[in-house]
């Protein structure tokens, strides 16, 4: 069983930056799809964005595309998610997980939630206005 830990959540103002971290521990995760979801008082869990093995294939939300920025670093076990230009829509908790059966991204599953198969505790992020 992996265990994945999230940090790097905080406080900050509309149009600043933070950088996420996930690191996994139990077995390593190199090989699989890794993604992050977020969600918001009351609202769905959201995709946010995915990342394949060899980090060669990245694919992300509609809302985060072109501001978030996911990457991995597979010798320490931990996937990234660096997000420039926030705005208060982006306040959520922010989950990383694993999916340990896909290597590769696939364009019509790797979004869905339910398609991963361990989770984090989730770090909050505020986006001040």
């Known amino acids: 069983q992996v265990q994945l830990v999230e940090s790097g959540g905080g406080l900050v103002q509309a149009g600043g930056s933070l950088r996420l971290s996930c690191v996994a521990s139990g077995r390593t995760v190199r090989n699989y799809v890794m993604g992050w979801f977020r969600q918001a008082p009351g609202k769905a869990r959201e995709f946010v964005a995915t990342i394949n093995w060899r980090a060669d294939s990245t694919y992300y939300g509609r809302s985060v595309k072109g501001r978030f920025t996911i990457s991995r670093d597979n010798a320490k076990n931990t996937v990234y998610l660096q997000m420039n230009s926030l705005k208060p829509d982006d306040t959520a908790v922010y989950y990383c997980?694993?999916?340990?059966?896909?290597?590769?991204?696939?364009?019509?599953?790797?979004?869905?939630?339910?398609?991963?198969?361990?989770w984090g505790q989730g770090t909050q992020v505020t986006v001040s206005s």
């Open positions: 997980a694993v999916d340990s059966t896909r290597s590769l991204l696939s364009p019509s599953e790797s979004s869905r939630s339910d398609e991963y198969d361990s």
